[in-house]
């Protein structure tokens, strides 16, 4: 018998799995028992999602050691705590580092025990408790250990004391990725659990080496009955159609759910909801139940009755609309054929002048979206012909309809920065009916380099300009503003921000994007929207816009709805490019000093006119007098790097002053 298959059950409702697929625990808590190899919630060799509690050998190496409250997965403090009992001897540093259960940190290194004399001490049968737990709700516990580079077995018991006793076996000896787990443990009557280490029945080493490397506690809800307050209904669907079947429960998640037709499991149907994609004549009178259990209970629905009846009733085009020049929409009576409905044959627009890049069967099955070649502009005819329903009937004749292509107002670039509520021209409520979006998702800006081409004006336009992400962002927020805001609900709900002192294990996150491919001789004028509700603090953010020129504008995005801020009339550099930075503006108190950018809008063009420009300055008669051509504000400082202060009172071109023996001072003109 080996180790991993050493398993005993020694009472009652207390089982011990191997490599077993559990329930999604309440809690979840990880221990690292080891050395100088502590495990940090970061990147590699740490753990880059999960807070750990790590067991040093100050802790673990003597008997009246203690952790006071652990702190979960989430880095959140419980009322647990790990109370020595007996002493481990020592840490070991020999571990695996190719493991894929555990970070390298945490399997690298262990804490030992041992009955024979080693280091000095002999009969080390560790022990401690875990207190403070929950005598009501059932404990999942992992062990796992590693120690590389060795002949023999080193299997450890791990022994489990709380309402009732279990044991696990494990072998730490060239271990790499495999624990055992004790489930549904219960704590006694004070809320602890204790944990003992021994040699296991089949360690042969020499001095009966025992160890600890990691320890997972999952804490799961106490279990109710599952009771249904949803069953599936029954259901009467035309051949071709989808059909869905949908239950709820109320009870103790997380739950494992099953759908069954006429009493056999439908591969793959584990959601609350079962859908048919298309119901063929096959399937009518045919009966459809769901198994829900959780870690005590499970019940079984009401089986519902699907009928299936022959469609001999062709579809009907029924209305078109349009979302912006390159975006027309045809809407059918029914659910469509997805093949007849998206070849851009079956449909003619303006006459045949206008050629179709395609046509694209839209969620709903009703609605086509059509994109024309050519920007469209007034009223447009669409005759469409050959589209089949589901059932395979024909439209019953040609149909036209005739849709007006509202027209966007100018050519300006519009960015959402943000996660998944991407913003789309189109006709839903949260996006905007003329305007087409460039969309800089999580994807593109959490990576330093992230690029996003050929950037689309407001009317469709593809151009060659291109965006990067010079410096990542952190990640993305979703709680911004949902109300009537200056831009579309898609755009304003959510941002993606930077921080300074470290949040999702990053700091100094100072984001940086880069815009390319500008015209070096047209200045350009931008507008920042940013939204973060529910915030009592200030989250001011800095923006600060620089070509050949330089600007810069702040924000508060603490429960922000209708502000934005402008910098007008900047310059790209000689190669073309703007960088736009974002810093904590001066009144930001966020202890994070968090960062936002929900909204970008640029125009070419800028409405502030011509860039000032620095003309050569004129030194005569003890005096420097400059020139400028263009409006801006004239500053001085004593550094090219120092702070720069306007002239005041103002003035304006051309200024003279004198010059002071022994004094630097610097110039610029700023837009």
């Not at 069954?260 to 298309?278: G, L, M, W």
């Not at 050959?386 to 019953?396: I, Q, S």
């Amino acid at each position: 018998m080996t180790p991993t298959s050493f398993l005993r059950r020694l009472c009652a409702g207390l089982s011990l799995l191997i490599a077993a697929a559990s329930p999604v625990p309440a809690q979840t808590l990880l221990f690292d028992f080891g050395g100088n190899n502590t495990t940090l919630q970061g990147p590699a060799p740490d753990d880059p999602v999960n807070a750990w509690n790590n067991i040093t050998p100050a802790i673990g190496g003597t008997p009246t050691g203690q952790l006071a409250a652990a702190v979960t997965t989430a880095n959140v403090a419980t009322g647990v705590n790990l109370v020595m009992i007996s002493r481990f001897n020592g840490s070991n540093e020999n571990g695996t580092q190719t493991s894929g259960a555990y970070p390298i940190d945490a399997t690298r290194d262990s804490l030992f025990g041992n009955t024979e004399v080693f280091s000095g001490l002999s009969d080390i049968f560790p022990s401690f408790k875990l207190t403070g737990l929950n005598p009501s709700a059932n404990h999942n516990l992992t062990f796992f250990a590693s120690r590389a580079g060795v002949g023999d077995n080193r299997g450890t018991l791990y022994t489990v004391t709380g309402a009732m006793v279990g044991e696990a076996t494990l072998n730490p000896s060239n271990n790499i990725n495999t624990s055992v787990v004790l489930e549904a443990v219960k704590p006694d009557a004070a809320g602890e659990i204790t944990i003992t280490l021994g040699p296991g029945p089949e360690n042969n080493n020499a001095n009966h080496f025992t160890y600890l490397g990691v320890l997972k506690l999952e804490v799961v809800a106490a279990q109710q009955p599952i009771v249904f307050t949803q069953e599936p209904a029954d259901s009467s669907v035309a051949a071709g159609r989808s059909v869905t079947f949908t239950a709820a429960v109320n009870s103790t998640p997380p739950y494992t759910i099953q759908w069954k037709k006429d009493n056999v499991d439908i591969p793959e149907a584990t959601q609350f909801s079962y859908t048919i994609p298309v119901a063929g004549l096959d399937l009518d009178n045919t009966r459809y139940s769901v198994t829900v259990s959780n870690q005590g209970f499970t019940a079984t629905s009401r089986q519902a009755l699907l009928r299936v009846v022959d469609d001999t009733t062709p579809p009907a085009l029924i209305s078109g609309n349009s979302a912006g020049p390159f975006h027309l929409a045809v809407v059918f009576s029914e659910e469509m054929d997805q093949p007849s409905a998206e070849d851009p044959v079956n449909y003619t627009v303006d006459g045949g002048n206008v050629v179709l890049n395609s046509a694209v069967l839209q969620p709903d099955r009703k609605t086509v979206l059509l994109a024309p070649s050519l920007a469209m502009t007034g009223t447009v005819a669409i005759q469409v012909a050959n589209v089949k329903d589901l059932a395979g009937n024909n439209l019953a004749a040609s149909a036209t309809v005739s849709v007006t292509v509202p027209q966007p107002d100018g050519k300006f670039f519009l960015f959402d920065f943000g996660g998944g509520d991407t913003t789309e021209q189109g006709s839903a409520v949260n996006d905007d009916k003329l305007n087409v979006w460039n969309n800089v998702t999580n994807g593109i800006a959490t990576v330093d380099g992230g690029i996003l081409s050929n950037l689309v004006r407001n009317n469709g336009e593809v151009s060659e300009l291109g965006l990067t992400v010079a410096s990542r962002f952190n990640a993305v927020n979703t709680n911004g503003t949902l109300l009537p805001a200056p831009f579309p609900a898609d755009a304003t709900r959510d941002t993606l921000y930077g921080n300074t002192e470290s949040f999702n294990a990053l700091e100094n996150i100072f984001p940086v994007i880069r815009l390319s491919g500008l015209n070096a001789n047209e200045p350009h004028d931008f507008v920042f929207y940013a939204s973060r509700t529910g915030a009592a603090d200030n989250r001011e953010t800095r923006y600060t816009v620089t070509g050949a020129t330089t600007g810069q504008a702040d924000l508060n995005a603490a429960n922000n709805e209708q502000n934005t801020v402008s910098v007008s009339g900047i310059r790209p550099d000689s190669n073309g490019e703007i960088t736009i930075a974002l810093t904590p503006g001066p009144n930001n108190n966020n202890g994070n000093h968090f960062t936002y950018l929900g909204v970008m809008k640029m125009t070419p063009g800028s409405a502030a006119g011509p860039a000032p420009v620095m003309l050569a300055p004129v030194v005569a008669n003890g005096r420097i007098t400059l020139t400028w051509t263009g409006s801006g504000t004239l500053e001085w400082s004593t550094a090219l790097t120092g702070t720069w202060t306007p002239c005041n009172p103002a003035v304006v071109s051309p200024h003279s002053e004198d010059l002071v023996a022994g004094q630097r001072k610097f110039f610029r003109v700023r837009p």
